[in-house]
């Protein structure tokens, strides 16, 4: 079983291409139209900070759960968090247009209204920027624990490792969901500075465990598929498959919930923010995004088959990936206003999303071993029977 | 002693991986009823022994699908048919309001019904008769052994070709197990009248003494904790009164306090002429007619009096109370439109106290005042 080995030629070339592209196009973006590029810009990194942020999350469940099942496959979820490293650049051109973006940066519109008044010490951009910097530095430095340790244990075999990564989940798991409440809030939710929702925290997390989990679906099996992890079984499929059919319920459930409190107290100061999602052609949007992240996904894995299919469950990530960023664009877009946008630049920036994630993929598996060979729960992971 | 019948060929394997091989191979030898007896569940079992997926999922499908529809069109009923109420302004079928509670019908239904499905078909509830139970063989295999039982109403069974093939995989303390015919055949079953007789004495009894407890029992003491107390509460009926009513009306020509009757009602010239403000224009009279005056008045009369509220337009529009008539008013008139209301306007009488009606009255007289600034007022 060879351990380390690179991607083919063309998936590597292939991943550069994509990369230059979106890079160019996004250039082009920012050249011809900044403001619409700019919330462009935002849908994607959030989709991009999901799949990584989500990945650690993945990481550290199994640490923290003492799961077994997904020892074998966990390098795959541990190359997807490299992309940690690389998404704080996706944001770098945001900084630059921040008043494109957000109402609350206009000094004078703030001091004219009572309630944004109230938020200014919050709202404030030298203290979004230190947010920013810190929820990244935070999440890449657990990344860089986790996995030093996962690939120390290669060498070494010392089960201690696997202690330490426990003790770091454990740490990890309320930071995590700070920062990650964080990273909504900040970015999205404060694109309409009047509006709030204490629920959209976990709302987005649970878009992020659905990106992360559909992104690793997707690049385990293709590695099975081309033999870089040729010991998986049924069963390790099925656990992955069942696991996104729960965050398919949980992202409903907590989408939902949004959804019936708002409607319920019926005030206009949080209302607002659904009716303009159901208008104007928005709530086409509205709905095909129940029936594109909820309906599909959940009868197209509800029976125990499905969840073994590889093929299916591979085409259902791609799902789940292109409704995540169906649900961004929900979240993001009807603040650009003028109508539903969608053109070029919708349709080319997820490429420049594709392509880095393919090259950091790519760079992370020509040097690493494919399977944590240290890892002392391996033997049983590869054994895991359902 | 009652007659003997042969149920089953047993056979005891040491370890799970055993007796995975034992039913793979009883399965290849074309064996269908034959059960497999493990301490633990044993992984690969259900292949190993050729199971087929459980049904019971469809029962689970066909619950859950009854809740749904009984839920919704329980609410359906209840809200468009029964009492229609308005809640939040929203319409009678509010479906989101639907959503949680079908949820959890359709969660207990499935589940419940489900598990009840499970434990009737599968189990055959109420027959814990099974000949198995209390053997030797239960003992080991509920213990520290794997056991399989070959059928004696499988149609391949032959008693001697079993031992013989229980022996060949590897099976020891090969034995049959027998049963008494008698006893099985008599074996509890669900609509046995016996069983469904005390289930009915059983469900009368609990019923009664939760009657007897939440009606008879927490009444008396000392477990009321005084809740029961020898005194009329209102609505109640009362033996004492002739006319059974506990609730007494007021004595004729009588007044109760607080409740003097307004002596100018239907005559607002009367009043203008005959009432004064009891109170003064002071800072804590003012505050307090601003805070009624906010409260009471300025939805349809606007915050400075002015009928520039944002009801314009959606009845006949309130008067200002800037105008010259108004200005020229007495105290007594104001406060007599407060309480018997005027045109459209109703009595605030109810809802405002006497005192803090004159407090308005002064309030607007500050108002208009502000409103209609003397070259006097700024020295």
């Known amino acids: 079983m060879g351990l380390r080995r690179e991607l083919p030629e063309r998936v590597t070339r292939l991943a550069w291409i994509l990369l230059i592209l979106g890079v160019v196009l996004y250039g082009a973006g920012y050249l011809l139209d900044a403001k619409r590029a700019a919330f462009n810009n935002v849908v994607g990194f959030l989709f991009l900070a999901s799949v990584a942020g989500g990945a650690i999350f993945l990481i550290a469940l199994e640490y923290l759960a003492g799961a077994v099942w997904s020892v074998p496959m966990r390098r795959a979820t541990e190359f997807l968090a490299a992309l940690t490293l690389v998404v704080p650049l996706l944001a770098v051109p945001l900084l630059f247009h921040l008043h494109d973006l957000f109402h609350w940066t206009h000094g004078e519109a703030v001091a004219a209204e009572k309630v944004l008044a109230g938020k200014a010490p919050y709202l404030d951009i030298d203290f979004f920027i230190i947010r920013f910097a810190a929820v990244f530095l935070v999440w890449n430095f657990f990344y860089f624990l986790f996995v030093r340790n996962s690939t120390k244990q290669d060498s070494t075999r010392d089960p201690k490792l696997t202690t330490n990564n426990v003790r770091l989940a454990a740490v990890f798991m309320p930071v995590f969901a700070i920062t990650v409440t964080l990273t909504v809030v900040d970015w999205a939710m404060s694109l309409e500075p009047n509006w ?15 990106a992360a989990l559909s992104a690793a679906t997707y690049a385990i099996i293709k590695f099975h598929e081309n033999g870089y992890l040729p010991n998986l079984r049924r069963d390790h499929f099925y656990s992955l498959g069942a696991l996104l059919f729960a965050f398919i319920n949980f992202w409903a459930y907590i989408a939902f919930s949004q959804f019936l409190l708002i409607w319920y107290a019926n005030l206009p100061e949080e209302t607002f923010w659904f009716i303009k999602r159901w208008k104007e052609g928005w709530e086409y949007v509205s709905i095909l995004l129940i029936i594109v992240h909820f309906v599909v996904p959940y009868f197209a894995l509800l029976t125990q088959d499905s969840k073994m299919d590889t093929k299916r469950l591979k085409l259902m990530s791609i799902w789940i990936l292109f409704a995540h960023l169906l649900d961004l664009y929900w979240l993001v877009m009807p603040t650009y206003g003028e109508g539903i946008p969608f053109g070029w630049m919708e349709i080319g920036f997820p490429i420049l999303l594709v392509g880095l994630a393919l090259v950091v993929l790519s760079y992370k598996v020509k040097r690493n071993n494919m399977i944590p060979v240290g890892d002392p729960k391996l033997e049983r992971g590869l054994s895991f029977h359902l | 002693m009652n007659e003997q ?33 493990t301490p633990y569940p044993v992984h690969g079992m259900d292949k190993a022994m050729r199971l087929k997926p459980s049904r019971i999922g469809v029962f689970a499908l066909v619950f859950g699908l009854l809740g749904v529809f009984s839920a ?36 207990i239904l499935a589940s419940v019904l489900t598990v009840v499905t499970m434990i009737v078909l599968y189990f055959r509830f109420p027959n814990n008769a099974h000949p198995l139970h209390d053997t030797p063989y239960m003992k080991r295999v509920s213990s520290d052994k794997f056991g399989i039982n070959i059928q004696a109403d499988d149609p391949k069974f032959d008693e001697k ?35 469904l007789g005390v289930l009915a004495v059983t469900a009368l009894v609990v019923s009664a003494m939760t009657y007897v407890v939440f009606n008879k029992v927490l009444y008396m003491e000392p477990f009321s904790w005084m809740s029961a107390q020898e005194k009329l509460k209102a609505q109640q009926p009362s033996e004492l009164f002739k006319d059974g009513i506990g609730m007494r009306p007021p004595v004729e020509g009588t007044v109760a306090r607080g409740f003097l009757p307004y002596a100018f009602k239907g005559k607002p010239d009367e009043a203008g002429r005959f009432l004064a403000n009891p109170l003064l224009s002071t800072k804590e009279v003012l505050e307090r007619g601003k805070s009624r005056y906010m409260t009471f008045c300025s939805p349809c009369h606007g915050n400075f009096g002015r009928g520039d509220s944002r009801l314009q337009g959606q009845f006949p529009n309130p008067p200002t109370l800037h105008s ?7 105290d007594g008139n104001i406060y007599h439109v407060m309480t018997d209301g005027q045109n459209i306007m109703p009595s605030y009488a109810t809802q405002i106290s006497k005192d803090d009606r004159w407090a308005i009255v002064q309030y607007i007289r500050v108002l208009q005042r502000a409103q209609n600034a003397k070259e006097s007022d700024l020295k």
């Open chain 2, 5 to 37: 019948h042969l149920f089953a060929i047993t056979a005891l394997f040491d370890t799970p991986e055993e007796i995975v091989h034992a039913a793979q191979e009883a399965s290849k030898a074309g064996y269908t009823r034959f059960d497999v007896n």
């Open chain 2, 324 to 330: 010259d008539k108004v200005r020229n008013w007495p």
């Open chain 1, 196 to 210: 709030y929702s204490t629920i959209l925290g976990v709302y987005y997390f649970s878009g992020t465990v659905l």
């Open chain 2, 72 to 107: 919704v069109g329980f609410m359906t009923w209840v809200t468009l048919v029964n009492y229609p109420l308005v809640i939040g302004g929203k319409p009678f079928w509010s479906w989101p309001a639907f959503v949680p509670i079908a949820f959890e019908v359709t969660v």
């Open chain 2, 161 to 195: 070709e079993i031992r013989a093939f229980l022996g060949r995989i590897g099976g020891k303390e090969i034995s049959p197990i027998y049963f008494d015919a008698e006893e099985f055949e008599h074996g509890q079953k669900l609509f046995d009248p016996k069983f």
